[in-house]
């Protein structure tokens, strides 16, 4: 039998939980005044896509180029944004962060790591902050952590069979140095329950098991109606 991968596990658990427009079927209750997202597949350069941009803000941030050169770049980002423009469409039906067999499930926002693990009892993700998450001397930037763990929580709460919830806090304890363009590896998991709320834990660590960050959050479950 083969293996099912995080992200195998990750798709098949948003497409059982999907909701028909009428609610029928609906084993996914409560989910807030949340609209039902219908995923929207990635086509197949779409990663290529993405990872083009992310290599684009490495460079924005670990360049000095002459003004021509800007002057160029310039002239280059503007066709770009021509192209792109007339595509633009509303929340919910871009494929940026439906897809969870890319890094960063296809969004340029979020860290673009890959979910290796999604179960009930926890999700795990590996891989980099990248040059452009640099805060200062070879580490990530502060503000960049509690962007991947607030993601993180989401799906810990969405493999833990819970509905939608969103983050009334969300603390971090920063240990170690986060290093950048080092393959890292970050567990989330549902630590208890009390009615709506779920206290979530996480843990950062590099590959020779070093904790370098771990953070504790509540996410409270929506009330109908909640956005
Ligand atoms: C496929 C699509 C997937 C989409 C996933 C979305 C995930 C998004 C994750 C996020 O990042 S959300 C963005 C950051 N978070 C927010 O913007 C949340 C803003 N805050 C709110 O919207 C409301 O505060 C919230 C809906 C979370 C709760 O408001 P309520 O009025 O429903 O709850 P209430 O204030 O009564 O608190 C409920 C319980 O939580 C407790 N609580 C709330 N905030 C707390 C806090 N900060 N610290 C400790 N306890 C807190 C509160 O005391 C209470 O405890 P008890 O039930 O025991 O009395």
Not at 198 to 205: G, S
């Amino acid at each position: 039998m083969s293996e099912q991968t995080g992200a195998d596990a990750a798709r098949n658990v948003s497409a059982d939980r999907e909701i028909s427009a009428d609610g029928a079927g609906d084993d996914y209750e409560h989910h807030g005044g949340f609209p039902v997202y219908e995923p929207v597949k990635a086509g197949p350069n779409y990663g290529t896509f993405v990872e083009t941009f992310r290599r684009l803000q490495d460079l924005m941030v670990s360049t000095h180029a002459p003004d021509d050169v800007i002057d160029r770049a310039i002239e280059q980002t503007e066709a770009l944004v021509e192209l792109l423009a007339p595509y633009e469409v509303p929340e919910g039906r871009s494929p940026a962060g439906f897809n969870v067999e890319l890094p960063g499930r296809g969004s340029a926002l979020l860290l673009p790591w890959k979910i290796e693990k999604f179960g009930e009892d926890g999700v795990r993700e590996r891989g980099m902050f990248r040059r452009y998450h640099l805060g200062g001397n070879g580490a990530a930037h502060g503000g960049t952590l509690p962007l991947l763990f607030d993601d993180l929580f989401g799906m810990v709460i969405h493999a833990n069979g819970r509905p939608i919830a969103r983050t009334g806090y969300l603390h971090v304890n920063y240990r170690k140095i986060t290093p950048i363009e080092t393959e890292l590896v970050v567990d989330g998991w549902v630590d208890r329950v009390e009615g709506r709320k779920a206290y979530c834990k996480a843990e950062l660590r590099d590959l020779d098991g070093n904790l370098l960050a771990d953070s504790e959050a509540l996410m409270i479950q929506l009330l109908p109606g909640q956005q």
